[in-house]
Nanobody, 123 residues
Framework: QVRLVESGGGTVQAGASLRLSCAAS????????MGWFRQAPGKEREFVAA???????NYRDSVKGRFTISRDNAKNGVSLQMNSLKAEDTAVYYC?????????????????WGQGTQVTVSS
């Protein structure tokens, strides 16, 4: 029974920072890629960031320089440090494990998703 649980979301003002965390259980993901996605109301779920087990990372253009993805080995998971948050970052953020990593993106695993954590950025 693989479970991924996100935490760290909340409501903040533009320019503030949040750190999201994803803890996994039921399987070891130390040599698996992991990623973050987000979905705003009425919009498609979109890729945010991913990290390969080797440490290589990639990001969508709109978050480069503001967001940093990192492995959290203590939680068998992944974190997302979000700085200089903007109103357009408002969304539910989901983590995904064991997807297919590439230099240009990340194809998510069909089953290994968390339930999401809400991030709301007010202007």
């Amino acid at each position: 029974q693989v479970r991924l649980v996100e935490s760290g979301g909340g409501t903040v003002q533009a320019g503030a920072s949040l750190r999201l965390s994803c803890a996994a259980s039921g399987r070891t993901f130390s040599r698996s890629a992991m990623g973050w996605f987000r979905q705003a109301p009425g919009k498609e779920r979109e890729f945010v960031a991913a990290i390969h087990w080797s440490g290589a990372t990639n990001y969508r253009d709109s978050v480069k320089g503001r967001f940093t993805i990192s492995r959290d080995n203590a939680k068998n998971g992944v974190s997302l440090q979000m700085n200089s948050l903007k109103a357009e970052d408002t969304a539910v953020y989901y983590c995904n494990a064991a997807g297919a990593y590439s230099d240009s993106g990340y194809y998510p695993h069909g089953r290994y998703w968390g339930q999401g954590t809400q991030v709301t950025v007010s202007s």
